[in-house]
């Protein structure tokens, strides 16, 4: 983390529920046009495999302009977890409202129906969309919001695991992805796939376009003029479903998820010979599972291999905040950003060598922590715009907030197992240690407060298993204090604190 900020500072200093039926139609029937209508549009983005190296973030500019700018019109929260590092259980359970191990997604698949088929006794349970839909709201899905294969099932136009009954209107990009007009170069020369592996492309500006972000973010533009343009007074024909009700619109894009792929003018702020690679500094009681992510185990990159990946995925990164900039300059273009909840986030993080570690699915804070930033253009809250909040946060949060900011909290479904975050979007919350952030990967389970990290593989604490780390003075978690005599108060804490929290997270809805 340390190491990118001076990346990207030696860069610009030298550079410059159910599925609806009629019983849904009867209750639009009856509530009249003006009441939906006076509901605020939610305009939510979710970015595949970013981590916090951008500018919000960060103490450095011109890197994400277009973020800055949504951070300065909003909050932005800066102890955000994933409750899963990987697409399809972090994607349902943002969706679903619900920890992986109650909503039983713990892997990636493409069942359509996603949560909802894989444990029957939610079937009835609606995504975060679903539930707006059921409200009255137009809900659309552009690209990549429940689990999609990148490369492979952009390149086919698949569904992948999406939930139907969420959308009035999907859209499934086809993008070429591997099969762009340039040269792929291969970067990890142990893994030859290309959904797990690295490479990267860059291709000629002028072919910005074939890019699936850019067909992802033109489309969501095509429905967002839909939904402010004006009926013809005369025209017979039909023009838009649901014409005068409120928008849920979600887009996904999938940079700078692998391949890293951008165009030319992205890649040039990124100089690979000004990349500096993240010392490594691993501590001998550092149990093997953490470090299964390691280069030699899995990619085998030479220096300069990983030194083109961290630059090609800061240029893919600032391709995807161009798509944002573009949705957001329709939005102010349209007329439609005073009335439009704006959130966006990723959906896990992402290691970029930091204990020579690589990309997912492991659970240092790298992999798990994530941006997010909410934008509610309401007078209540534009005092805390550009603020931040420090409080520990989880993904699973932001559907219970949605629901209040849209002042539906009395038909929030009782099982949602998030938190509000209203509070601290009107900069008046307060975080506390209590508050923790509960992550899962395979046999691994790790626990964030404001101070400690917590990680054990295994069911049993057993010593040789564990890691904890104090974020107050060692926010690299390079130092497991596992063992230490004068930590081992914290530890038995936090062992308390992480079966609380596995027991909630485990709270069975299918029995």
């Known amino acids: 983390m340390t190491t990118i900020k001076n990346i990207l500072k030696n860069i610009h200093k030298s550079n410059m529920t159910v599925g609806v039926g009629m019983a849904i139609f009867f209750f ?16 939510v983005i979710i970015s595949d495999d970013l981590n916090t190296n951008i500018g919000p973030y960060m103490d450095t500019d011109k890197h994400t302009p277009h973020l800055d700018r949504l ?44 949560y ?17 839909r059921e409200r009255g709201y137009y809900t ?24 139907p009954d969420s959308w009035d209107y999907a859209y499934n990009v086809l993008g070429p992805e591997t099969l762009s007009q340039g040269k792929l170069e291969l970067l990890s020369p142990k893994n030859h796939h290309y959904g797990s592996n690295f490479a990267q492309m860059v291709i000629p500006d002028s072919l910005e376009g074939t890019q699936t972000d850019y067909l992802a973010a033109s489309q969501a533009i095509a429905v967002l003029e839909n939904r402010a343009g004006k009926i013809p007074a005369e025209g017979t024909n039909k023009q838009r479903v649901k014409k005068d009700a409120p928008f849920f619109l979600a887009v996904g894009f999938v940079r700078p998820h692998v391949p890293l792929i951008a165009p030319e003018r992205n890649f040039t702020p990124y100089p690979v010979n000004e990349v500096v690679l993240p010392k490594v500094n691993i501590g001998d009681n550092v149990p093997l599972q953490a470090l299964k992510r390691q280069n030699e185990r899995i990619w085998g990159m030479d220096e300069l291999q990983q030194r083109k990946t961290i630059s090609a995925y800061m240029a893919s990164v600032r391709f995807m905040d161009e798509q944002v900039g573009r949705l957001l300059n329709a939005l102010d273009r349209l007329d439609l950003r005073k009335e439009t909840i ?12 930091e204990h020579d570690c690589w990309s997912k699915s492991s659970l240092w804070e790298g992999s798990i922590r994530v941006p997010l930033i909410f934008s509610v253009p309401d007078k209540e809250y534009e005092k805390a715009y550009g603020s931040r909040s420090e409080n520990i946060t989880e993904l699973l949060d932001i559907y219970p907030t949605l629901v209040d900011l849209t002042g539906l909290s009395s038909e929030k479904p009782a099982i949602l197992q998030g938190r509000s975050l209203l509070p601290q979007l009107k900069g008046d919350g307060k975080g506390t240690e209590e508050n923790v952030a509960y992550t899962i990967y395979n046999d691994g389970a790790s626990l964030r407060t404001d101070k400690w990290r917590y990680t054990r593989w295994g069911d049993l604490a057993l010593g040789d298993n564990e890691e904890l780390y104090d974020h107050s003075t060692d926010p690299e978690e390079n130092i497991n204090l596992v063992g230490k005599k004068d930590h081992v108060a914290v530890l038995e804490r936090m062992r308390k604190k992480l079966e609380e929290t596995r027991n909630k997270a485990q709270s069975s809805l299918n029995k």
Request: charged share 15%.
């Open 140 to 163: 659309a899905r552009i690209s990549k919001i429940f689990h999609m294969g990148v490369p492979g099932g952009i390149e086919r136009g698949a569904a992948g695991g999406d939930d």
């Open 28 to 43: 639009l029937s009856i509530i009249p046009c003006s009441l939906i209508a006076q509901q605020p549009n939610i305009l």
């Open 116 to 132: 909802r088929k894989e444990t029957p006794s939610l079937a009835n349970h609606p995504s975060m969309a679903g539930f707006f």
């Open 71 to 114: 951070a300065s019109e909003g909050v932005k929260f800066t102890k955000v977890y994933s409750q899963f590092p990987l697409c399809g259980p972090s994607r349902a359970s943002i969706m679903s409202g619900l920890y992986p191990e109650s909503n039983g997604v713990l892997g990636n698949n493409d069942q359509l129906g996603s």
């Open 342 to 353: 704006v959130i966006f986030m990723s959906d896990h993080g992402y290691n970029l060598g």
